[in-house]
């Protein structure tokens, strides 16, 4: 099963990590600070806001994006994904999903490159 780590899968599994490094330690911190995270959201200013904006949409897009390439692909479990973001974050969830869709498109590959053509 190994064979199906290509290095682009590998890279959006990285990429996954760091997304969930990256937000949870800034969680963390909030926590321990102690701080109104909602409040520092809503309360920071408009650059603030429209980061907030501007991941929301894409946040948005790629659930849309993960829902239409785990059908098409006949990947099971795509809300896992969408559910899964909201408990960790999407920059964690979103290359996790790359990641599987990649092994999957390696999988599909690899199956047709062995059926015995007529």
């Given at each position: 099963?190994?064979?199906?780590?290509?290095?682009?899968a590998?890279?959006w599994?990285v990429?996954?990590?760091?997304?969930?490094?990256g937000t949870?330690?800034?969680?963390?911190?909030?926590i321990?600070?102690?701080?109104?995270?909602?409040?520092?959201?809503?309360?920071?200013?408009p650059?603030?806001?429209?980061?907030?904006?501007?991941?929301?949409?894409?946040?948005v897009?790629?659930?849309?994006?993960?829902v239409v390439e785990?059908?098409?692909?006949?990947?099971?479990?795509?809300?896992?994904?969408?559910?899964l973001?909201?408990?960790?974050a999407f920059?964690f969830?979103?290359p996790?999903?790359?990641?599987?869709?990649?092994?999957?498109?390696?999988?599909?590959?690899?199956?047709?490159q062995q059926?015995?053509?007529?």
């Open positions: 099963m190994t064979k199906n780590w290509t290095p682009l590998i890279t599994f990429l996954a990590i760091a997304g969930l490094v949870w330690t800034f969680n963390a911190l909030a321990v600070q102690l701080r109104d995270f909602v409040g520092d959201w809503v309360n920071s200013g650059a603030v806001s429209s980061l907030t904006v501007d991941l929301l949409v894409v946040a897009a790629g659930c849309i994006l993960i785990s059908r098409r692909l006949g990947m099971r479990g795509a809300w896992l994904y969408i559910v973001s909201g408990l960790t920059a969830t979103f996790l999903f790359l990641a599987m869709r990649q092994r999957r498109l390696t999988a599909i590959a690899a199956d047709a059926l015995p053509r007529t």
